[in-house]
């Protein structure tokens, strides 16, 4: 034991930092942790004991600090719009994204086939983007699901202007979706709504939006399907307007009772300056009625009711109107099965209204007699800005010459809001600016284009390139095949676009 205890404080002594110490004092030394709660630390000489007193927690790092990533701000919609389509298994529509990102103010998306699901995912980026105000997703396929989605963003997005729903067979449900929106949204001046499958059902939230909206100024019900119900509802709706300015609706089935009732609608608005009714087959009837409201109405100054069945008797009521009317300025009864002696009153009336705003009074696919085609003369000279249209004189040749296909094409895509460039590039599966014969036409039919088969082939002959269809040969080959090798006649559809 006392050869043990030498080689420990031998030990001890050299290594000169371990020193044993009596039990009674280890003892005394927990005793004194324990009852203090902290651990002894010896100081250095001089050197101030550390402030134990401060409770708080500065610059401590502890795992339950754990700060929140939260997610930046994307006013675009883009991050929501990619998220969506991931969700819901579709793909970007990359051109969105790029309207997106570079902060443009028009969407334009027709023919891309969006569907439903296209529409939401659409619909939800749009909801917080304070940038886009004009926005064209006509002719997708969005249905009723797809129609209800965007109806519900716009209850909350105040910068959209301008929709154009068009051809999107939606029908009654997002009819509705779309009257509860108008009457919250506080933006949008023009709705487009034609081709859309709505009926009289759905005529009545579409009168609902009429009246309940404060700011939708334009608004398009054309090519639907709205009958003699529905035109008692929207003749209704109208009179109780306070801020519609145009509307059309054209290409329904209004007829009757319904045609009346927009008559009606019409005597009491105040703010309607266009109305399109053609092409709805209301008659005599219908026509009498739209000239008695003209008695009435002082704000109206286009109304189109081309292609009405309109004859004799609605004819008479017309002139009578027009011999004191002093708000018209355009007037459209082409189409109408009116004969020289029905249309003669007519010329008489605006010719004796020393008052008459008329600008343009078209007779389209009428002929005219030598009487009226002296009385348009005169008319000409009694209203010099006054433009009269009409196709022929009887026995004579067509005295204002049919505009060539172009100009008729042009004209066509400007009334139904077809962009031209789209089409043609939606058939140029090669993206180079040609068409083959095939493409072009079928592009044509694809509108309805109201071109006649000379005109189609005076197209082609005139913006024509001719193209070796297997591309280019080399020198020796060009020799030997020039009798076989045929070249492939192409339209130049971006020599089409610039011609003016």
């Known amino acids: 034991a006392d050869a043990v205890s030498d080689d420990v404080h031998n030990e001890g002594s050299e290594e000169g930092d371990l020193q044993l110490k009596p039990p009674s004092e280890e003892n005394e030394l927990v005793a004194s942790e324990n009852a203090t709660g902290t651990d002894t630390i010896p100081h250095e000489e001089n050197e101030a004991p550390e402030d134990l007193s401060d409770t708080s927690d500065a610059g401590w790092d502890t795992d339950l600090e754990i700060e929140e990533e939260k997610d930046e701000y994307d006013p675009t919609g883009c991050k929501d719009y990619f998220n969506t389509c991931n969700v819901l298994g579709i793909i970007p529509v990359s051109s969105f994204v790029k309207t997106l990102r570079e902060g443009k103010t028009e969407v334009m998306l027709r023919h891309h086939g969006l569907g439903p699901k296209g529409a939401k995912a659409i619909a939800i980026a749009l909801t917080t983007n304070t940038v886009v105000s004009y ?24 910068y959209i202007v301008h929709l154009d729903l068009s051809d999107n067979f939606l029908g009654s449900p997002a009819a509705f979706a779309m009257a509860n929106m108008a009457k919250v949204n506080s933006t949008i001046t023009h709705c487009y709504l034609s081709g859309n499958c709505f009926d009289d059902k759905a005529a009545e939230p579409i009168g609902e939006m009429i009246r309940g909206s404060y700011r939708i100024t334009h608004l398009n019900l054309s090519r639907n399907e709205f009958g003699e119900e529905g035109g008692i509802i929207l003749g209704s709706a109208l009179a109780e307007s306070e801020v519609l300015q145009f509307l059309d609706l054209s290409w329904n089935h209004i007829r009757g009772k319904g045609a009346i009732a927009i008559a009606e609608g019409l005597k009491s608005s105040q703010t309607l300056r266009v109305l399109n009714m053609s092409d709805n087959g209301f008659g005599n009837e219908g026509a009498i009625a739209l000239a008695n409201a003209l008695k009435l109405n002082t704000t109206l100054e286009e109304l189109d009711i081309s292609n009405n069945r309109i004859g004799g008797n609605g004819a008479t009521a017309i002139s009578k109107v027009l011999s004191t009317n002093d708000g018209l300025k355009v007037l459209k009864l082409g189409k109408n099965p009116l004969m020289p002696n029905y249309i003669e009153p007519i010329l008489n009336a605006v010719k004796g209204n020393v008052n008459s705003p008329l600008l343009s009074l078209s007779f389209e696919r009428n002929t005219f007699s030598l009487v009226g ?19 022929a004189t009887e026995g004579h040749q067509i005295e204002k010459p049919i505009p060539p296909p172009l100009e008729k094409l042009k004209r066509y895509a400007v009334d139904n809001k077809l962009e031209l460039k789209d089409l ?77």
């Open 373 to 391: 085609e002296k009385l348009v003369k005169e008319l000409k000279e009694a209203h010099p800005n006054l433009e009269i249209v009409f196709a």
């Open 424 to 500: 043609f590039q939606s058939f140029d599966k090669e993206y180079c600016g040609l068409l083959s014969e095939e493409d072009f036409r079928n592009a044509l039919t694809h509108i309805s284009a109201p071109l006649l088969e000379i005109e189609k082939r005076r197209l082609i002959k005139q913006f024509q390139k001719e193209k070796v269809k297997d591309g280019q040969e080399n020198e020796n080959q060009k020799e030997e095949d020039q009798t076989e090798t045929q070249p492939v006649v192409f339209v130049d559809y971006t020599a089409l676009l610039s011609n003016q």
């Open 135 to 158: 926005l064209d997703i006509s002719d997708n396929g969005l249905e009723g699901a797809g129609g209800i989605a965007i109806a519900t963003m716009l209850k909350d997005n105040n």
